[in-house]
């Protein structure tokens, strides 16, 4: 289904951020992402229609729309869970459509989730640890001794630092909570060092007290003006603080892509894209 025929007036072209922004991207800088006619069928369905979009290093942006959207189906394309119909993924400029995750996590694309699962009795230690490993192409001998690695196991403590797991540094990923795990997803991603990093809902199931610290730490990479932030999430007051730019997913289609004040006060976007009731009267 398309866009409603109102929303091209209501939703400004793309553009860059705007001026001044904390995060914003410098004008004119060179893409580090980028898809081109980005599409995945499963049978009849389309569920990423022809998606092109430019991301640039220092900009966070946030993918929004409602559920089944199509968000998450786009994410687990750029980072190779599935493979395109049709369509390209650039990373500087290089095509990596067909790459696996593996070797496009090693070019620079990192998403949150890609490696926790895969050492669920390991320590929390032991997974960043690895990680670590990974990325400095050490190999992934858990028998080694430790004394030969202690820079890697104070990197790995540095991070669980970071992320509120040092004092559970010691436990099976099996046993944490939710929340904790979703703490330690984004640790992994740290000590993977890419240059995309993807979060999907990195504070979906955290307590109140525990989503400043990813939130915290979101804010800290972007700071860094040659990485390139990706956020999907549904919460907007998230949104409203990260974010460089926002692009509106539905049905697979992206129907807005702007600065974020322009895109969230469109009452096209507010009511049937965002769910939020449309305040007569306010844009704002």
Known sequence: MNAPASFARSVPAPSQPAAGHAGATAVGAQPLLETRGLTIRFGGHVAVNAVSCAFRPGELTCIVGPNGAGKTTYFNLVSGQLPPTAGQILL?????????????TRRGI????QLTSLFPQLSVLENVRLAVQARRQRGLDLFSMWTSHRDVQAQAMAILERVALAGKRQL???????????????????ALQPRVFMFDEPTAGMSVDEVPVILDLIRE??????KTVLLVEHKMDVVRSLADRIIVLHNGILVADGDPAEVIASPVVQQAYLGMPEEEGSHG
């Open 92 to 104: 500087d400029g290089e095509d990596v459509t067909r790459l696996p995750v593996s070797q496009k």
């Open 110 to 113: 990192g998403r949150a989730f």
């Open 172 to 190: 099976t990923v099996a046993s944490l909570p939710h929340g904790d795990q979703r703490k330690l997803e984004v640790g992994i991603l740290l």
């Open 221 to 226: 990479i972007r700071q860094d003006r040659s």
